[in-house]
T-cell receptor, first 120, second 112 residues
Framework: GAVVSQHPSRVICKSGTSVKIECRSLDFQATTMFWYRQFPKQSLMLMATSNEGSKATYEQGVEKDKFLINHASLTLSTLTVTSAHPEDSSFYIC????????????????FGPGTRLTVL | KNQVEQSPQSLIILEGKNCTLQCNYTVSPFSNLRWYKQDTGRGPVSLTIMTFSENTKSNGRYTATLDADTKQSSLHITASQLSDSASYICVVITSGTYKYIFGTGTRLKVLA
């Protein structure tokens, strides 16, 4: 149990275009979903936290108009990188925390496999 | 400021050898500490979870220790395999808000 998927796994786009990344909790409902960014040889950096049905909370320095997050349901969150530029090229990882289940810890984030974004 | 530091930054060992990775933290309030393995181009996968009262926890060839007094943790890998080549990330979770504080990671390479 506790599987999180991301789609696509890799995406290459031209500068100026927008890219949408999906994050799904496959076998549990997620109270909260998180979006991280990871540059080569660095650890994960939290970008934003989203709760179903409410606006995302962005970390300091993350442009909310550039990185649009929609947490439309308890199993799906999307990250849209708008007007992408080469400096947005990175590895994006989502995670999800389960909603009050006896079999899963609510203090645990279950991580997706990540999405490699390359902006040309 | 909540911080998690790991050492060494990178490590190369021969297959079959043991190694120990270190994690020092200054995080408050403390809930639990976790070690994750992250293969290149993949998301992190949990190895161990340790609470304040636990000193040692094992998961196969991985053994984690925690000293809550000195705020140090270690991850010991026994009889390393080529598939152990990955980044190992120490994460400390705060109580109440369950915020994840990530360490800088240790990149391990196991050579044949």
């Amino acid at each position: 149990g506790a599987v999180v998927s991301q789609h696509p796994s890799r995406v290459i786009c031209k500068s100026g275009t927008s890219v949408k990344i999906e994050c799904r909790s496959l076998d549990f409902q997620a109270t909260t979903m998180f979006w991280y960014r990871q540059f080569p040889k660095q650890s994960l950096m939290l970008m934003a936290t989203s709760n179903e049905g409410s606006k995302a909370t962005y970390e300091q320095g993350v442009e909310k108009d550039k990185f649009l997050i929609n947490h439309a349901s308890l199993t799906l969150s999307t990250l849209t990188v708008t007007s992408a530029h080469p400096e947005d090229s990175s590895f994006y990882i989502c995670s999800a925390s389960p909603r009050g289940l006896r079999t899963l810890r609510s203090d645990t984030q279950y991580f997706g496999p990540g999405t490699r974004l390359t902006v040309l | 400021k909540n911080q998690v530091e790991q050492s060494p930054q990178s490590l190369i060992i021969l297959e079959g050898k043991n190694c120990t990775l270190q994690c020092n933290y200054t995080v408050s309030p403390f809930s639990n500490l976790r070690w994750y393995k992250q293969d290149t181009g993949r998301g992190p996968v949990s190895l161990t979870i340790m609470t304040f009262s636990e000193n040692t926890k094992s998961n196969g060839r991985y053994t984690a220790t925690l000293d809550a007094d000195t705020k140090q943790s270690s991850l010991h890998i026994t009889a390393s395999q080529l598939s152990d080549s990955a980044s190992y990330i120490c994460v400390v979770i705060t109580s109440g808000t369950y915020k994840y504080i990530f360490g800088t990671g240790t990149r391990l390479k196991v050579l044949a």
